[in-house]
């Protein structure tokens, strides 16, 4: 397993800043992200969604685009959505749990 740069840091920490449309919960703390890349000013991430048919897939990868271009060193943002693993809950991160209980949905 390969280090992560500081710049991929930046990244991750950029998108705590992205947030799920349907509930305030940063798409990190979804789980929606499975990886970040950096490589000569492209910026790859690697994410899924909470189900195939969902219709904010376009808000969330623009939102994901125009904050990681504001990182010093992005220029380019490429989206590689996958489906394996599928999400499932136990990805939520503790924080979106606690969250998600607040707004009444059981993150079991």
Same mark, same amino acid.
């Given at each position: 397993?390969?280090?992560? !740069?500081?710049?991929?840091?930046?990244?991750?920490?950029?998108?705590?800043?992205?947030?799920?449309?349907?509930?305030? *919960?940063?798409? *990190?703390?979804?789980?929606?992200?499975?990886?970040?890349?950096?490589?000569?000013?492209?910026?790859?991430?690697?994410?899924?969604?909470?189900?195939?048919?969902?219709?904010?897939?376009?808000? %969330?990868?623009?939102? %994901?685009?125009?904050?990681?271009?504001?990182?010093?060193?992005?220029?380019?943002?490429?989206?590689?959505? *996958?489906? !394996?693993?599928?999400?499932?809950?136990?990805?939520? !991160?503790?924080?979106?749990?606690?969250?998600?209980?607040?707004?009444?949905? !059981?993150?079991?």
């Amino acid at each position: 397993m390969s280090e992560i !740069s500081l710049i991929e840091k930046r990244c991750w920490n950029a998108l705590y800043e992205v947030m799920d449309p349907e509930f305030p *919960v940063s798409v *990190v703390d979804m789980g929606l992200i499975y990886g970040i890349s950096v490589q000569d000013g492209e910026a790859e991430v690697t994410m899924t969604y909470t189900a195939a048919s969902c219709a904010c897939m376009e808000w %969330i990868e623009g939102d %994901i685009q125009k904050r990681l271009l504001k990182e010093p060193g992005v220029e380019q943002v490429r989206m590689n959505v *996958v489906w !394996s693993p599928p999400w499932t809950v136990d990805r939520l !991160s503790a924080a979106a749990r606690e969250k998600l209980k607040t707004w009444g949905v !059981s993150a079991r």
